[in-house]
């Protein structure tokens, strides 16, 4: 895959983890792209960790490398569509991932992630590894 990428959270701790595949993969990549939303439940993260500073270092890095990309009215109205297509479905998914889902199908971006959850959201293209 080659391209620009949203990552999910699970993904930016893989990579993080030192996970081999994840590696590949983004040194295939052109531009990356992360979620403000995905960036919070990381600092979450960093916070409630015992290696706070060294947690802030790394996501200080990521975002030198990565294009943050914020909510806003625009993707505050594709939320809304897909939370309406998810309740028609009967389908939760966690709040947090669909405002990830919302950034990825506004930006036309494929959305890299581990959560099988965001097959159930139609329009966006998910690739996962």
Known sequence: MDGKVLLDTNIVIALFGGDALVRKQISRITEVFIPSIVLGELYYGAFKSKLVQSNFDRL????????ILPCDQSIAEVYGYIKNQLRAKGLPVPENDIWIAAIAMHHNLTLVTRDDHFQAIDDITIASW
């Open 60 to 67: 200080y890095e990521l975002t030198l490398h990565s294009t």
